[in-house]
Structures are given as C-alpha cells and as structure tokens.
C-alpha cells in the first residue's frame, strides 16, 4: 500500500496497474466499507486482473474491512464486466440514478 487507500499493482516489478478507494463505515450497517474510486489494469496486463482482484482482497483481510466494493459500468460492456464479478464471489448490492446536465 503506497498511501492510504492506494495500491499499485506490480509484477516482476513492473507496475501493470493500480487501485484507489476509500474507507468508510455504513450507515445502514455494522459493515465497514472498501469502495474502490480507481481500478486500472494496462491492457497487456490484463490477464492478471483477476489475480490483482484477489491480492487487494488478501491486503484487506486483517483490516476492519467486510466488504469490498467496485462499480461496474453502464455502458456496453456492463454485462461482460458484471458477469466476472459474480465469477469472483460479487454480487450486486444497488444501482445509481444519474442525470445529465
């Protein structure tokens, strides 16, 4: 962990990405949160992005963290990008309405 809730992702220390996101109990719950603001992985690396997924679980596991929370996209990739989450253990949690101005 570089700073407080910012990761980077290296193999073979080469940097091939990285992970930004914020801590925060819930408001509903005894949940205390992981919400991930940043994921990205350079696209010749991206075969590992389900190992990286795995690592930053494993770094949370001795922290206050119970759940880990990533957005998924609204655009035409979403179901691709929803289906390896639910692969991953995932589930989906709530939407977001937005309005464009």
Same mark, same amino acid.
Not at 1 to 18: E, K, P, R, S
Not at 66 to 84: A, M, P, Y
């Given at each position: 962990?570089?700073? /407080? ?21 819930? =408001? ?26 795995? !690592?930053? !679980? ?22 691709? /990008?929803? *289906? ?7 589930? *989906?949690?709530?939407?977001? =309405?937005?309005?464009?101005?």
């Amino acid at each position: 962990i570089d700073i /407080q809730g910012v990761m980077l992702a290296t193999y073979n220390n080469i940097v091939v990405g990285g992970i930004a996101g914020y801590c925060f109990p819930c =408001m509903f719950t005894d949940d205390f949160l992981f919400v991930v603001m940043f994921f990205y992985v350079k696209p010749d690396w991206r075969f590992l992005t389900k190992q990286i997924i795995k !690592e930053v !679980e494993l770094v949370l596991i001795p922290t206050k963290v119970t759940k880990l929370i990533f957005g998924v996209n609204s655009d035409e990739n979403h179901d691709k /990008q929803e *289906r390896f989450m639910r692969m991953l253990g995932y589930k *989906r949690i709530e939407t977001h =309405m937005a309005k464009v101005f």
